[in-house]
């Protein structure tokens, strides 16, 4: 037998790295450039463009945790003059739900504002309460079906490249 599998050896090397710690692999950043450049080319007169705008301009501007943007409710958002509230039931660090808000503010240009488009799309999305990030079926129809951490992931490596990844919004 390996003395790799034995369960006194692997609480040992748990311990040792809880004491020292372990260095975690950190998604890449990617330029601001790119991003206004990417978020500006994305066709938002469709519905899987605004909704990708949205993820990403989201994301990036509230630095959201793909699991944070993926359990996003309607009712979790609260529009204003000044900006934006987000109200965050429950997230990585935040496992009780203690009350958690970020606010998001309005940007000058009409394309690169997370609120404004935001706006466009919880209006074409037509209800009041639900899952803000949905996906849809040919023809553009909208349907019930929240969208998975892992499809925010697919949508920033569609548009930004597969060397990003949806942390890669939080880590730049």
């Avoid at 037998?1 to 040792?16: A, Q, R, Y």
């Avoid at 950190?26 to 909704?51: H, M, N, W």
């Avoid at 993820?55 to 993926?70: I, K, P």
């Avoid at 925010?152 to 490249?161: C, E, P, S, T």
Wanted: overall charge positive; charged content about 30%; hydrophobic content about 40%.
């Amino acid at each position: 037998d390996s003395p790799t599998d034995d369960k006194k050896f692997k609480v040992l090397l748990e311990g040792i790295a809880r004491l020292k710690g372990i260095r975690q692999k950190q998604a890449p950043a990617f330029s601001l450039a790119l991003f206004k450049r990417t978020v500006k080319s994305i066709d938002a007169k469709t519905v899987a463009g605004l909704r990708d705008r949205v993820v990403l301009l989201l994301g990036f501007t509230g630095a959201f945790r793909r699991s944070e943007l993926a359990a996003l409710n309607v009712e979790d958002l609260s529009f204003s003059e000044e900006g934006l509230i987000v109200n965050l039931a429950k997230s990585k660090t935040n496992q009780l739900g203690a009350a958690e808000e970020k606010a998001i503010f309005y940007s000058p240009e009409m394309k690169l504002c997370p609120i404004r488009t935001l706006q466009a799309w919880v209006q074409r999305l037509d209800r009041t309460t639900g899952p803000v990030f949905v996906s849809f079926r040919k023809g553009e129809r909208l349907t019930e079906r929240r969208l998975t951490d892992r499809h925010v992931n697919i949508i920033v490596q569609r548009y930004l490249g597969t060397k990003y990844t949806a942390h890669s919004l939080r880590a730049s």
